[in-house]
């Protein structure tokens, strides 16, 4: 009886959880979606507590205490610029909760692990050890504690196989001979190795991608836990989180035109080209005031946001400035391109916590046939996505990438901070057109100065518009 | 091939290509919500945590099921409120001109 209602409960929550990711499609519908999941959740976790299978309750009570203590500031006190190092965070926990029940498990039964569970077990050990490190130092790296640029040597993508493969092997001779305990540890700790060296040699602007693939492990390993407990659920849900990532990931790399071969063993980013002669073309400057006149005079305007705007918290003074042409009569899009930010999507919200509705928010595909009738585009703090090197210049190490195709609009102003080049280290044909304009400063400061300038100017006419 | 097994691999398989269908119809706008909700989903693995760490299986299981539990449901916890927190902050655009009045009782609740 009690059996029954539990594996229920669990096909409640299975479905819950299909639901919740279908009602993500939109915007209207998605906070529907989140609270269908906590339903699905709050129902599989008391099925579980009132198993027969349990019998002590103290330290699952503390656990789930501090989980809770810690869950909530982790929920509620993380500022939405440090969403991509939060949810690293979390994928390296749960990786880290699916490596320790793969562990405790082998130790519980390996005299009767037959080949296909051992098969489950180690690959949910492997997966989840290397995610928990991986993860850790994705993080750490988002956060700006671990060195940010890629770690290289020579010879360094052999290594990196040949400690992968080693993991792989000893699984391998586990599933033969489950009883060989002496291996288990060294599959552990390879794991724990490996998941260091895939990620410390990537750099800042593959982060969207592979935070996307250390997604899809860490829901690979909970899946081979379904598979080792025989629980249909954790299946689903780490399936679901496992195909998500993997398409996330997907999409990272055709926004950046790269392979996952390219990613994983590329070394991008690494070439340090910040300095150079070429830098030393001249450009057309501008300063706030002209801005101010250039934009007032304009009926269209597309701003195209980089992470550079959100580093320099300049997003609450962007948006002021996109109500202020509102108001004056100017049309206001934002052109996202899809790795703008530092995770899949992470652009959208940081403007939308600035208040900016999402039906101003346009992606890469629907904006850039408006581009050739729009009078400015305003860039601020991106550089690789609007780089027109990627169409034309193929020696490019951004060649074939999608770009904003910022410069078919009639004129475009770059907010920068100075000529320094972007992530990928190339330098930008863009900033020397003629019809573009460098507005130097710190974002934040001279969009504010824009916006008293623009204060000054008598106010327009919109009759006619 | 056991049966347990076939069926297993049968439910991942047919899960992953549900995943795949569900998901590539969320759009860019929300893929930062989707990964903390999948990942907060996939902290269902607090399930299997709990019954290591409260069956009575040895110190050694007590021990790592409790911290699994921990991380878990830091997950569950954290997972669920920033994909909300930040869900809540998408909104559509009110009337042309107040762009900057509050719009919570459009989404609340």
């Known amino acids: ?13 299975a479905g819950c959880f299909v639901l919740a990711l279908k009602w993500l499609s939109h915007p209207t519908t998605a906070r529907r979606g989140v609270r269908t999941g906590e339903i699905g959740m709050a ?6 507590l009132v198993s027969a299978e349990i019998v002590e309750y103290q330290w699952i009570v503390l656990a789930l205490v501090l989980g809770t203590a810690l869950g909530i500031p982790l929920g509620l006190l993380v500022p939405m610029t440090a969403v991509p190092q939060r949810t690293a965070l979390s994928h390296s926990f749960g990786a880290l909760a699916a490596g320790l029940v793969g562990t405790a498990e082998y130790y519980l039964r390996k005299p009767d692990l037959d080949a296909s569970t051992m098969v489950a077990l180690g690959l949910e050990v492997v997966f989840g050890f290397l995610t928990f490190t991986g993860s850790l130092i994705a993080a750490g790296k988002l956060q700006g504690i671990v060195m940010d640029r890629p770690w290289i040597y ?9 400690i992968l493969l080693s993991a792989l092997v000893l699984v391998g001779v586990l599933v033969a001979d489950p009883s060989k305990t002496y291996l288990f540890p060294p599959v552990i700790g390879i794991s724990l190795v490996y998941g260091i060296m895939l990620v410390i040699r990537i750099g800042g602007a593959d982060m969207p991608t592979v935070i996307s693939l250390l997604n899809s492990c860490a829901g690979l390993s909970a899946s081979m836990m379904g598979f080792v407990l025989d629980n249909k659920l954790l299946i689903i849900a780490g399936a679901l989180d496992g195909s998500s990532g993997l398409i996330l990931s997907i999409i990272m790399c055709k926004a950046m035109n790269r392979s996952f071969m390219n990613v994983l063993f590329g070394g991008f980013g690494a070439e340090d080209t910040t300095a150079g002669a070429i830098e030393m073309r001249p450009v057309r400057s501008v300063d706030p005031e002209e801005t101010s006149f250039l934009l007032d ?8 946001p980089g992470y550079g705007m959100a580093a320099a918290q300049a997003q609450h ?12 009569g100017v049309d206001v899009k934002y052109a996202i391109h899809p790795v703008a930010g530092r995770m899949p999507g992470h652009m959208n919200v940081l403007l939308a916590e600035a208040n900016v509705p999402y039906d101003q928010l346009y992606d890469l595909d629907a904006i850039n046939s408006e581009f050739a009738q729009t009078d400015i585009v305003m860039v601020i703090g991106a550089n690789d996505v609007v780089n027109p090197a990627a169409r034309t210049d193929t020696t490019s190490p951004i060649y074939g990438m999608p770009i904003l195709d910022v410069d078919q609009a009639a004129s475009v102003i770059v907010v920068k901070r100075s000529m320094r080049s972007g992530f990928a280290g190339v330098d930008n044909e863009l900033f020397y057109l003629d019809k573009t304009q460098m507005l130097f400063g710190d974002a934040k400061t001279v969009v504010g100065e824009v916006i008293d300038e623009l204060s000054r100017l008598p106010t327009r006419e919109v009759a006619g518009v | 091939m056991d049966e347990i097994l076939e069926a297993s691999l049968y439910i991942f398989v047919l899960a992953s290509f549900l995943g795949y269908a569900v998901i590539t ?33 040895g110190t050694m299981a007590t021990v790592l099921g409790s911290i699994a539990v921990f991380c878990a449901m830091t997950n569950v916890v954290s997972g669920f409120l920033i994909t909300d927190r930040m869900l809540k902050m998408f909104k559509r655009r009110e009337a042309p001109k107040k ?10 609740r």
């Open chain 1, 1 to 13: 009886m009690r059996e029954t209602f539990i594996s229920l409960a669990y096909l409640f929550a």
């Open chain 1, 317 to 328: 003074k962007v948006r002021e400035l996109c109500d202020v042409l509102t108001k004056r």
């Open chain 2, 99 to 108: 762009t900057e009045a509050p719009t919570e009782g459009v989404n609340a």
């Open chain 1, 297 to 304: 005079a304009s009926r269209s305007v597309v701003v195209v």
């Open chain 2, 25 to 57: 119809r969320v759009p860019g706008l929300l893929h930062t919500p989707l990964m903390s909700l999948t990942n907060a989903l996939s902290a269902i693995s607090l399930v299997g945590s709990l019954i290591l760490a409260g069956a009575g299986e």
């Open chain 1, 154 to 162: 020579k010879g360094q993508n052999l290594v990196n196989l040949a």
């Open chain 1, 43 to 48: 129902v599989a976790i008391v099925a579980t």
